[in-house]
């Protein structure tokens, strides 16, 4: 049976034409005067739709429209709605300011958790992406995203009754969300085309506007194409490697395709992760065709305008690809550019890998990349350690991965309440300014009182949410009608609230505060000092441990003498999150010290009122402060986990009856805990400036968006011309390097040195056919370890002399002194070319042997 589709769109009445305009900019999701409207116009419906202005402009009776065209009182929402809409589209921004130059950045990323109503993320990474795009948006930055458009999306979480996680993928409709087709010149939807391994594929381009900044999201649920393609974009990290290579291909290959099919020419390219590093290829290919480089000159120019995030602390969190996959859908694409199996494979493989060593995905966004980062302080020190394989020759500190902290976009993720209060107590253009520590200076001019009641109202409101949402649990599983009253009963609204919501990974140990339920139950029903747990959260579908830690948890809730005060709440998303994050008395986090990346759920607490409690790993390391909050721990690490848990659990449950418990309830004579109040705002003055978004793209902009900019265009210049000389000089360096070695290091004056005094060296230099201007000798020195090692050691240039002929150089220069100890000297010698990003990578560092 042929069936011939059509769409329908609302009739909207003319006075309110503009209400479209406000759906299809996602600006309403984080800012509140766009919001209004929405509840303003069927708050029922506004709920009933996930927050969804598309569908609810679809759903509402024409009537109701109709009627709200008449209504002065909406029609003074709407009419300044619009015109917020319109003047933050057209006010100066921050980088218009601060930059005279208008780069591209495209920001390439599998997971944007944007708005409830488009659920295309499953977890941090994906809010942290949304995050990113919201506050580019905020400050100008010249930035566009690129990801994929989910036809599922990450699954629903329902408990079966025994407390098992079970996972439904409703279907997105894509026409009923805030999302638009791109259409072509003549108005026919916007298509590129890519070849999977002899395959066609075509791929539907859709947009949307967060604010300034356009998303380009990518689809392969079309008829022209084969059933097993079409699946492709079917689900969020869905199918086995075969689908997954395909997904990725799709993102980093297609994504840059699009750009160039609606006129965007990205200068960088930012992988939030790996798995848009085949773009790399995508743009060596483009090179080659269209500026007629060769291979080794494309991935020089790719390389400059490159940036890598990692997210990741493990090894397994990077997706391998086996090589025959690669060689699959890759054949093609060395044909193309000129490169051998050999040349592809290595990208994604340590030097010296064997042939059958899996591509990875992370090696691949290196190799391509000028600019690499982990996403805290503690975090960028364990990538290094992770990717030291990549840069043989290179300390494990000097390996060239940096860190930029993430942060959480302040206006959307404070509630409206907290947010009047800052409009009365913070300079006016607070929302604008989050990343500056003066704008939060008047913080303490809050008064308690008030501060206190805006916080206790929404605790109030969190627990009505919590009641609601464990009722509807309940009613869905086929519950008694006795037992969905219970529910309407749990937590107490004025009891100390603490919130744990995250992915049931087995490292974030969602059941360590359960370790001893004796002890957790005498806590949490002290008669005067009760105090209460709201989980949520998601295990990935295929980890068993996962769910096993999740049914545990449930379980414990689900015991009769604390079903009162232990609550889990189903189906985490972005909905659950904002009440959480906006209403806890205290954020909970006990992750395995090392491998929280950075965690944000914890830094949207901050400018809401909330307290951290966390082990100090990820950006905790870097956030806490005796005075704003609690450390489980000193930042110890174990080798035995089941004693670390022993440990952990105890310090966590003494830092409760000790200090978190007492606290909360040490009242004034006026009823207010003026000491946790006390608390609460120095955690909301000095964390929140920190741990923003806007200070995160301040420092992704001015050292690695600019800096990249800057890189590329240089290379570009000419035709090329820097590109291809830079291809040729590492060539010769490479093909001269075996010859280079230390012949010779002299101490000039030897003997026992005196703080401060430094002294001189020599060292004779064999460097064959390459030229001195072509290398950097350098005195790398520090205090030594047990094991006669040096230890984050610092380098020092040494200066050429003269020429001893025959290829031979002598080098001076000067070591400073400036702690006592053992100390040791070493020399070596690396290339060195000005137009050159990023040099280290080569695995070209000669050490002095001795």
Not at 22 to 44: G, K, P
Not at 461 to 489: N, P
Request: net charge neutral.
């Amino acid at each position: 049976m042929r069936i011939h589709s059509f769409r329908v769109v609302p009739a909207l009445p003319e006075r309110l034409q503009g209400l479209r305009d406000i759906a299809y900019n996602l600006l309403w999701s984080w800012d509140d005067d766009l919001r209004v409207v929405w509840s303003r116009l069927d708050r029922d419906l506004w709920d009933k739709t996930y927050q969804n202005p598309v569908l609810m402009l679809g759903t509402v009776a024409q009537e109701r429209l109709d009627a709200l065209a008449r209504d002065e009182s909406f029609l003074s929402y709407y009419d300044r709605a619009l015109e917020r809409l319109r003047a933050y589209l057209r006010e100066p921004t921050w980088w218009e300011r601060r930059v005279t130059e208008r780069p591209l950045v495209a920001y390439f990323s599998a997971e944007y958790g944007l708005a409830e109503c488009l659920p295309i993320y499953s977890g941090g990474l994906g809010v942290l992406s949304a995050h990113h795009l919201k506050s580019a948006s905020d400050l100008g930055v010249p930035l566009v995203g690129v990801g994929l458009l989910y036809q599922q999306g990450y699954f629903r979480q329902y408990l079966g009754s025994d407390g098992w996680q079970q996972e439904s993928y409703p279907v997105n409709d894509f026409y009923n969300v805030p999302v638009q087709m791109v259409t072509g010149s003549e108005g026919a939807p916007l298509r590129v085309e890519l070849e999977l391994g002899g395959r066609r594929l075509l791929v539907q381009v859709w947009r949307v506007d967060v604010g300034r900044v356009p998303l380009f999201l990518l689809d392969t649920n079309l008829p022209e194409n084969p059933q097993d393609l079409q699946d492709i974009t079917d689900q969020l990290y869905g199918g086995d490697q075969e689908n997954r290579i395909r997904q990725e291909i799709v993102l980093g290959v297609g994504g840059l395709r699009a750009l160039r099919a609606v006129g965007l020419a990205p200068v960088v390219c930012h992988m939030n992760e790996g798995h848009s590093a085949f773009l790399g290829l995508e743009r060596i290919r483009v090179l080659v065709k269209d500026a007629r480089l060769a291979f080794a000159e494309a991935l020089e120019a790719t390389r400059a305008g490159g940036v890598f995030t990692t997210h990741t602390p493990v090894p397994a969190g990077f997706d391998v690809f086996p090589p025959e996959l690669v060689d699959k859908y890759f054949a093609a694409w060395l044909r193309e550019v000129g490169a051998t199996r050999a040349e592809l494979l290595a990208l994604g493989r340590p030097d010296g890998a064997d042939d059958k060593a899996g591509f990875n995905m992370a090696a691949l966004a290196l190799r391509t990349s000028a600019f690499a980062n982990g996403v805290s302080q503690l975090h960028g020190e364990v990538s290094r350690r992770l990717l030291a394989v990549y840069f043989p020759g290179v300390p494990e500190h000097e390996v060239p991965v940096g860190h930029v902290t993430n942060g959480a976009q302040t206006r959307g993720c404070v509630s409206r309440d907290m947010a009047g209060l800052f409009d009365r107590y913070l300079v006016f253009d607070w929302s604008r300014r989050p990343g500056l520590a003066e704008t939060w200076e008047g913080i303490d001019s809050i008064p308690d009182e008030e501060l206190w009641a805006t916080h206790e109202r929404r605790r109030e409101r969190l627990v009505v949410f919590a009641r609601r949402r464990l009722a509807r649990q309940l009613e869905q599983r086929g519950a008694s009608a006795r037992e969905i009253e219970k529910a309407r009963g749990v937590l107490n609204t004025r009891a100390l609230t603490i919130g744990f919501a995250r992915r049931f990974a087995t490292y974030k140990r969602a059941d360590l505060i359960l370790r001893d339920l004796d002890r957790l139950k005498a806590i949490l029903l002290a008669p005067e000092r009760p105090v209460q747990i709201i989980f949520a959260g998601k295990a990935h579908p295929k980890d068993r441990e996962g769910k096993e830690m999740l049914k545990a948890v449930v379980a414990a809730c689900q015991r009769d003498e604390l079903r009162r005060n232990l609550v889990f709440i189903e189906d985490y998303d972005l909905v659950v999150a904002r009440y959480l994050v906006q209403g806890v008395d205290v954020w909970l986090n006990t992750p395995r010290r090392g491998m929280e990346a950075s965690g944000t759920s914890g830094m949207k607490v901050v400018p809401n009122g909330g307290l951290n409690l966390s082990i100090l790993d990820g950006w905790w390391c870097e956030g806490y402060r005796p005075e704003a909050g609690w450390a489980i721990g000193k930042g110890e690490e174990y080798q035995d986990h089941a004693y670390q848990d022993a440990v952990e659990s105890g310090a966590l449950y003494d830092l409760l009856e000790s200090d978190v418990v007492p606290l909360f309830y040490g009242r004034a004579a006026d009823g207010l805990p003026r000491a946790w109040i006390a608390r609460m705002k120095r955690s909301m003055r000095l964390l929140t400036p920190a741990f923003s978004t806007n200070r995160m793209l301040w420092e992704y902009a001015e050292r690695y968006y600019v800096p990249a900019a800057h890189c590329y265009e240089r290379l570009a210049a000419d035709g090329m011309a820097r590109a291809r000389q830079l291809a040729a000089w590492k060539a010769a360096i490479r093909k001269g390097w075996g010859a280079v070695r230390i012949e010779s290091v002299e101490d000039l004056r030897p003997g026992v040195r005196r703080v401060g005094e430094g002294f001189e060296l020599a060292a004779v230099v064999r460097l064959g056919a390459i030229e001195p201007k072509d290398v950097a000798v350098e005195a790398h020195f520090g205090p030594l370890t047990a094991a006669r090692e040096i230890q984050t050691g610092r380098a020092t240039a040494l200066t050429l002399e003269r020429s001893l002929g025959d290829g031979r150089h002598r080098y001076t220069g000067g070591v400073p002194c400036q702690r006592s100890g053992m100390q040791g000297y070493t020399v070596r010698v690396r290339p060195f070319h000005p137009e050159a990003c990023d040099l280290l990578g080569a695995g070209l560092v000669t050490w002095w042997q001795g």
